[in-house]
């Protein structure tokens, strides 16, 4: 018996309209097939067979900090990431290296979440 990998991360958003423009326009992540739930929300693929769930009707105060609580994708290039994220007019802190080497960019979405952009030093 033993855990495979990480399946999803859900968010609970206050407009799920406003969150699955930001994280298919802006963020790039492509849209899922959803089950019929009696909630509004909306999900994503993130990478080969990871996903991001939206939940709707968020009513109370996000709890995230990108020191605190958070989620993270390894991205591939994170100079193009910076680039993009520049363009598209995302929120973020500029890109920082970790004391291991990897580099990181950390971005907000429209209710508040932070997310980690990483990319691992060469031979991490």
């Not at 859900?10 to 326009?25: I, N, P, T």
Request: charged fraction near 20%; charge should be negative.
């Amino acid at each position: 018996m033993k855990i495979l990998q990480i399946n999803h991360v859900a968010l609970h958003v206050q407009d799920v309209a406003v969150s699955e423009r930001f994280y298919r326009m802006q963020i790039g992540l492509d849209v899922i097939p959803r089950p019929d739930f009696d909630f509004p929300g909306a999900w994503f693929r993130i990478g080969v067979d990871q996903e991001l769930h939206l939940i709707g009707n968020r009513t109370t105060e996000v709890q995230s900090h990108h020191r605190g609580t958070h989620f993270a994708v390894l991205v591939d290039d994170i100079q193009c990431w910076d680039e993009h994220l520049s363009a598209a007019g995302v929120q973020r802190l500029p890109v920082k290296t970790r004391p291991d080497g990897a580099r990181q960019i950390f971005v907000i979405d429209p209710d508040g979440h932070w997310i980690e952009f990483c990319q691992y030093a060469v031979g991490i």
